[in-house]
């Protein structure tokens, strides 16, 4: 069956789902990051990157907050594209760990074969793959050059979130000597931990979200600057990485009741991939226990149902002018 959606439709149904939750108080700030329990609670934004390079908005789609664990997306890119699919997945691996994002355990767990990207073992592990190794500058500007890419813009770095950051990441501190211990650290522990915990700083917007998971979307071309960011080839496996863990332990219920793979980050940000429809993405900062934004879940899984949408359907939708 043709699901035909008229762009004004998704216009409608976006308003609607911001109205409905705007007002809803549940959750909470982040509070063991000191700058991120300080951000306005009541910010609310969503924004939808169309293939045609459309951007449909609604809200605070322009504040720029904390990008946190969305950036282990556009590094997972940077390093398939480094690297290519097969080494990522021998190297750091591309399972889902069904415990929380920065789990000692999972890394336990798992010493004989390390997880993915897209959780802070993983992701820390990114960071010390970035090319050139040994080469903090360098390794800096992959990544930034990588996200402003993927985005279409810059994103700016947020000098007191990471101050914030560096001065509490105790636990991130542990992980990646623990990872020293199991051989699975490919450059120094903590000058890959500073990479990582910069990127987690860098300051981003709802906009630029959507573009970089339309740009995913889009099989690697940036729906909005017409250029080929990454090798086709490797859509499908970021997506898979995000569909598998972008909702840490509570994936599965995500991925059941929204239909669409999604990662959140504790700055209140997520983003979502359609694989050749749209990218989606909605920013509030207070978060649920799992530390994923309580209103921009309620937000993406109302648009996703109301318009029918999911990517386990054999329905795709047609979206028409
Ligand atoms: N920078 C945060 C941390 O490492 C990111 C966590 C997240 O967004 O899930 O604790």
Redesign the pocket.
Known sequence: MENKISVSLIQEVMEEAYETFKNNNEGAN?N??PFLANVPSDLFGIAICLQSGKILKVGDTSFVF?I?????VPTAILILKQYGAEKVVQMIGADATGLP??SIFAILLENDHPSTPLV?AG?IAACSMVLPAGDNKQKWDAITENIEQLCGSAPVLLEELYKS?SET?F??RAISWLLKNYNRIYDDPMSSLDL??RQ??LGITAEQLAIMSGTIANDGINPVTGKIIFDSAYASKITSMIASVGF?QHTGDWLYESGLPAK????GGVMGVYPGIFGISAFAPPLDSA?NSVKAQLAIKFIMNKLKLNIFNNDRPVITE
Not at 68 to 72: A, L, T, W
Not at 264 to 267: C, K
């Open positions: 982040a063991y990051i904390g946190e664990s969305v950036s282990k994002f920065n802070n992701a950051e990441n636990n991130n990582y915990t987690c700083s840490y959140t980050g504790v700055g530390g």
